[in-house]
């Protein structure tokens, strides 16, 4: 009983991995299509791989898709949590969306884990200062002339 009692325990601490997001292909236009289609098709074959689930996030993204790129930008957080671009591309989307607060929390994590990367330091000061931490982000701005 207690082994039982020890395993649900770990199962319910462990965050759920989200779903993967659901896209209605057919409302997508031709040339969108097929792109996302390809992709989409990859993660529902492999959903437990965070690379794969992750281009299908850039996929979306690049075709605008921001609520479903978020979404597949979450499971491959979740498939890979010390990643560093699936936080850095979740909060490009975040920014796209006007959430300004979420996306300096985004970028943070991600810097956490990869501070020297130059683009994710600048887009991190554009975010505070869209955010209006207006101090934070001119000595984000100051600092990226220094290495980090």
Known sequence: M???ALAL??????PAVPPLPRLALQTYPAAARAAIAKA???????PADAKVV???GR???AWEQWDAARGAYARAQALAPGAFEWRYLDALVLRRLARPDEAVSALREALA???DYLPARLTLAEALLEAGHLEDAR???E???DPA
């Open 54 to 56: 992750g281009n299908l």
């Open 113 to 115: 884990r990869s501070p």
């Open 59 to 61: 996929v979306l993204h």
């Open 2 to 4: 207690k082994s039982f």
């Open 139 to 141: 000595r984000a701005f």
């Open 143 to 145: 600092g990226l002339g």
């Open 40 to 46: 989409y098709a990859a993660a529902e074959a492999r």
């Open 9 to 14: 325990v770990l199962i319910t601490a462990q």
